[in-house]
């Protein structure tokens, strides 16, 4: 049988979003543009990581909790094409120009406690070993 090891309150929550446009257009004059732009965005609520070494056969294991506070993380991105085209009896000539760009914010902090040694060869109890707020981002 297998179960979950870590508390709780230890889920992870967290929220992805991506999303875009992208367009084409004649603009006379033998030339036309194409175009996109598009944002993807990966907000996490509350992060937590247990880490359980073990350090003998029995299942003792050092127990280390890593804990992120929100976090947001968000990536623009764009580009942009201006297509020249002409026709001359068999032949077609195309001239191309582009340019793309691309911003991404990242905000984020972590912190680091050791919980102590524990046993893992049993599902851990009920008691919850969460760490308050100000202990681990003060």
């Known amino acids: 049988a297998e179960f979950y090891l870590g508390q709780d309150w230890a889920q992870n929550t967290s929220d992805q979003t991506n999303y875009g446009v992208t367009g084409r257009a004649e603009l006379g004059g033998n030339f036309s543009f194409r175009g996109g732009a598009f944002r993807s965005r990966n907000e996490r609520f509350r992060n937590f990581t247990e880490v359980f070494s073990v350090i003998d056969p029995s299942g003792q294991a050092n ?3 890593v804990a992120d506070p929100h976090q947001n993380t968000y990536s623009d991105s764009w580009e942009a094409q201006l297509a020249w085209r002409h026709s001359e009896g068999r032949w077609l000539h195309r001239l191309l120009a582009g340019m793309e760009g691309i911003r991404v914010i990242v905000r ?3 912190a680091t406690c050791g919980i102590g040694e524990r046993c893992i060869a ?4 009920s008691a919850s070993m969460r760490p308050s707020q100000a202990r ?3």
Do not use: A
């Open 108 to 110: 984020h902090g972590q």
């Open 63 to 65: 127990h280390v909790l």
């Open 122 to 125: 049993t599902k851990p109890g």
């Open 136 to 138: 681990m981002f003060g």
